[in-house]
């Protein structure tokens, strides 16, 4: 506004400029009001409607004779439809003018301080009253104790008085009470007619359908109809499950639920009603009553009635006890079971609410301090997907930068493929984005009015997408959520993972192959797959001495190590099955497996049919395995492995020679010289079978020290119970 020529040619573009800016202004801001506040669909974020209201108050504000009575600025709301009966109300329901900055909350409170002291209602030194910084009166305290100074501060502040409240992110709705009962409720709609939703509103149990106590002939309550975050979440699954669209956050689901024609609806919604305000409050012979002189005062007055008022009030007195409060809620706000989207504060005395008055749609005593908005709006210019330690494919979404909850996002997680389609989310929409406290952000979901023509449905790749090696198929098991790379063997994203499972105890069991080195081997591109692994440990090639040049190596631990490898050149085909990592092939199947089938190759060429018929293997795990050897690049790492030597022997000779063969055993306690593992391995060697619990086809219970409830079970079923000698004696058998 500095220097802006008041004539001449540039002055008259300006004007020209501003007055048509302010026309498309008028007419976004009426059709947004329109989707917000009848349609329950926004179509742009909170913030940025308030950036456009900004917008167009500020060229009001320059032009004091463009404004119209029919302007946004000047209305609330918007008309309702009428779907809904009307109820005019006898009290107008305004809105709150917003204060984004500290600045505005002090200019706020300097400019109610000069009209107070103006009426004589507040003294001279309430002007300003902001105490030096660090200074013990702050002036605010809970409003139980609202006006007593603690010991610890000073003389009180004496700057106006505020009740500040939070709040709440829901629809505003009133309450019409007469002889003590609930004749009306109504929406706020464009503030001078709401929509009758009494019928919805009889439906909320924190709605009182009879006054407790003696109450006036006429009272109107106002207050916040909103949904808690939990009851938002559990409403979102409801949805989800009977396949209905999400609520995109508990603003729109309250706005929803309770704008309902079938009140039926509205009574399995799980709305709550928090009072903050009245309107008409009338005695039996029609006379206006004002039953408190303050505001604060008014709502403890209200809750006597039975009405739930809004907790976490407090008595404030001047600017910086202000900002002290918005701090410590806007601290606190994701801790809040309910959203709220700032804090109000209002002028505490009534005698001077009533000296402020109004302005246009809002209050002069009262202003809304907003926090910085945790949704935004952006586009979403495509989904990358990335590939986990294990192959599981992440949908990320990528964003237009946007600036939200303090940091500039780009991307997003969606989780995974199913959350896409849920909240059907497609490439190039305009989404809201949420990103609230240190959670990571979010897509909340798309502004479907705003959805380009012919964007197709996500489809989560035919391949796995890490660049350009891998290229294996990807699959999505029946039932399961997470899509994955089946290239376990080969697939770069998923090497270092499936070296060090290869490399543990139970697998090949390579002594000093630890994750530090599998790091650093696959990371300088020395080891890509297992067979890398044995190409490197074959004595003609120069692997032993590279080795030794690795951090903390040396030539003994490289020796040690290359000897490790070289000594699981011929493992049994049950552990060299169970260290290629095939998803839900454990140790106990991978033997099962590889007894059945005796070599790799026929476990390889296995129909699912044929693997089904291994005992204990169903359909999950045979799909598993058919899967994992049907892609290619599994394969051809088996075949470089039998290239560089590695030739799996038969695991030990079919049961019937066994000792235990067909017997189950169950182990219980501590034995005196054999672990667990070593108890197990000596069982199934001997052909038996280890089962966690005791049944009527268990064989024995090899009891140690400390044997718990199995051996109860033991004696109730009559089943045989051993010690460890028993069990050596058996397997010496
Ligand atoms: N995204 C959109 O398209 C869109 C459109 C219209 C409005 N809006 C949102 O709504 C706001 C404007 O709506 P508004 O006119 O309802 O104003 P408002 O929501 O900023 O403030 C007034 C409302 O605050 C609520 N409120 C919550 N706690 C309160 C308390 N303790 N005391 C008094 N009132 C309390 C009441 O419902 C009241 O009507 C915008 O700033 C924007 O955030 C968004
Ligand atoms: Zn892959």
Redesign the pocket.
């Known amino acids: 506004m500095t220097s802006r020529p008041e004539a001449g040619a540039a002055g008259q573009d300006r004007e020209t400029a501003d007055r048509r800016r302010l026309e498309s202004l008028r007419a976004d801001?009426e059709a947004?009001?329109r989707?917000?506040?009848v349609e329950d669909a926004?179509?742009?974020?909170?913030?940025?409607?308030?950036r456009l209201?900004a917008e167009l108050q500020a060229i009001e504000h320059d032009h004091p004779d463009w404004v119209t009575p029919d302007s946004p600025t000047q209305r609330?709301?918007a008309t309702p439809l009428d779907h809904f009966a009307t109820v005019r109300h006898a009290v107008r329901?305004?809105?709150?003018s917003?204060a984004f900055e500290a600045e505005d909350v002090v200019a706020f409170d300097e400019r109610v301080a000069a009209i107070l002291i103006d009426a004589g209602l507040l003294g001279e030194a309430g002007r300003g009253a902001v105490p030096a910084d660090g200074a013990a009166p702050d002036g605010s305290g809970p409003l139980a104790a609202a006006d007593e100074a603690a010991p610890h501060r000073g003389p009180p502040n004496p700057g106006v008085a505020y009740a500040a409240?939070?709040?709440?992110?829901?629809?505003?709705v009133s309450l019409r009470y007469e002889k003590g009962r609930l004749v009306q409720a109504a929406t706020?709609g464009d503030g001078a007619q709401g929509e009758d939703i009494t019928a919805n509103i009889r439906t909320l149990r924190s709605v009182p359908l009879r006054l407790r106590g003696d109450a006036p002939a006429v009272l109107e309550v106002?207050?916040?109809v909103l949904m808690t975050r939990a009851d938002f979440a559990r409403l979102n699954e409801a949805q989800t499950a009977r396949g209905d669209k999400p609520f995109v956050n508990p603003r729109n689901a309250a706005a929803g639920s309770l704008r309902q024609l079938d009140p039926r609806v509205t009574a399995t919604r799980p709305l709550r009603f928090?009072a903050?305000?009245w309107g008409q409050i009338l005695d039996a012979a029609g006379a206006e009553l004002r039953p408190r002189a303050t505001h604060s005062g008014m709502l403890e007055w209200l809750a006597g009635f039975g009405f739930a008022v809004?907790p976490g009030r407090m008595l404030c007195h001047g600017a910086s006890a202000l900002l002290r409060f918005y701090e410590t809620v806007g601290a606190s706000r994701a801790n809040l079971p309910y959203e709220?989207?700032?804090v109000?504060y209002?002028v505490d005395d009534l005698r001077a609410q009533d000296v402020l008055g109004f302005v246009a749609?809002?209050p002069r005593f009262?202003i809304?301090h907003?926090f910085p908005a945790q949704e935004e709006t952006t586009r979403l210019l495509g989904i990358d997907v990335q590939v986990g330690r294990t192959g599981a494919l992440t949908p990320v979404a990528r964003l237009q930068p946007v600036f939200v909850g303090g940091v500039t996002v780009t991307n997003a997680t969606l989780h995974n493929e199913d959350e896409i389609h849920r909240k059907d989310v497609r490439i190039g929409d305009t989404v809201v984005v949420r990103r609230a406290g240190d959670v990571i952000p979010e897509v909340v979901g798309p502004v479907l009015a705003l959805r380009p023509a012919g964007a197709p449905v996500f489809d989560l790749l035919a391949a796995c997408p890490v660049c350009p090696e891998c290229g294996s198929a990807v699959e999505r098991p029946e039932g399961e959520a997470v899509t994955r790379c089946t290239g376990g063997l080969f697939c770069p994203a998923q090497r270092k993972q499936t070296l060090w499972h290869a490399a543990s105890r139970k697998a090949l069991d390579i002594d000093g192959l630890g994750d530090k080195l599998i790091e650093q081997l696959v990371d300088n591109g020395k080891v890509r797959t297992l067979a890398d692994l044995y190409a490197l440990a074959d004595p003609s090639g120069g692997g032993e001495l590279e080795l030794s040049t690795y951090p903390r190596m040396g030539a003994k631990s490289a020796r040690n190590l290359v000897e490790a490898i070289n000594q699981r050149r011929h493992p049994p085909l049950s552990r060299l099955l169970y260290a290629l990592g095939i998803r839900h092939v454990g140790e106990t199947t991978a033997r099962d497996v590889a007894r059945h089938f005796g070599s790799i190759d026929a476990i390889m060429h296995a129909s699912e049919d044929a693997l089904l018929q291994v005992p204990d293997v169903g359909p999950v795990v045979a799909a598993s395995i058919r899967r994992f050897f049907a892609e290619a690049h599994n394969r051809e790492v088996i075949d470089a492995l039998r290239a560089v030597g590695v030739e799996p022997r038969a695991d030990e000779a079919p049961a019937g020679e066994k000792p235990l063969a067909g017997k189950t055993l169950v182990l219980t306690g501590t034995l005196p010289s054999l672990s667990r593992d070593e108890a197990t391995r000596l069982i199934l060697a001997a052909g038996g079978k280890v089962s966690g619990s005791v049944s009527r086809k268990t064989a024995w219970v090899v009891a140690g020290d400390e044997a718990g409830s199995k051996l109860a079970k033991a004696a109730e079923l009559g089943v045989a119970v051993i010690d460890e000698a028993g069990l050596k004696a058996l397997l010496g058998a």
């Open positions: 801001i947004h009001n989707r917000y506040y926004p179509s742009v974020s909170d913030a940025e409607y308030d209201m609330v709301g329901m305004l809105s709150l917003n409240e939070y709040k709440f992110d829901g629809l505003a706020r106002r207050g916040e928090y903050y305000g809004s709220i989207d700032g109000v209002k749609r809002a009262a809304a907003k």
